[in-house]
């Protein structure tokens, strides 16, 4: 009933910057919070940052001052400026967010299924 479709991801050497996006679709009411994760090889997944819907911001210690995320409540959507990337960004880098369907009363987890971000020395 929902699809979160992330895009954005590629390679690109260290220093250089991305834009992730993620759109949300499907019946949706309303989208609360939003995330990103990512997850590398062997790694277990972490939060990068999130966003509420009063646009709250949070930010993994790893990418504070480095990454920005926003969104369009308009088109539900979210996006993940990466900038100054680095060899250990390299990541499948997944969307997330808590979204209530119309004619539900309780929102739930969604997540998109990933983009990958190749950051080379």
């Known amino acids: 009933q929902v699809r979160l479709v992330e895009s954005g991801g590629g390679l690109v050497q260290a220093g250089g910057s991305l834009r992730l996006s993620c759109a949300a679709s499907g019946s949706i009411d309303t989208v609360n919070a939003m995330y990103w994760y990512r997850q590398a090889p062997g790694k277990q997944r972490n939060l990068v940052a999130g966003?509420?819907?009063?646009?709250?911001?949070t930010y993994a210690d790893s990418v504070k001052g480095r990454f920005t995320i926003s969104r369009d409540n308009a088109k539900n959507t979210v996006y993940l400026q990466m900038n100054s990337l680095k060899p250990e960004d390299t990541a499948v880098y997944y969307c997330?967010?808590?979204?209530?369907?119309?004619?539900?009363?309780?929102?739930?987890?969604?997540w998109g299924r990933g983009t990958q971000v190749t950051v080379s020395s």
């Open positions: 997330n967010a808590i979204v209530r369907v119309a004619g539900r009363p309780f929102p739930n987890n969604y």
């Open positions: 966003i509420t819907s009063g646009d709250t911001t």
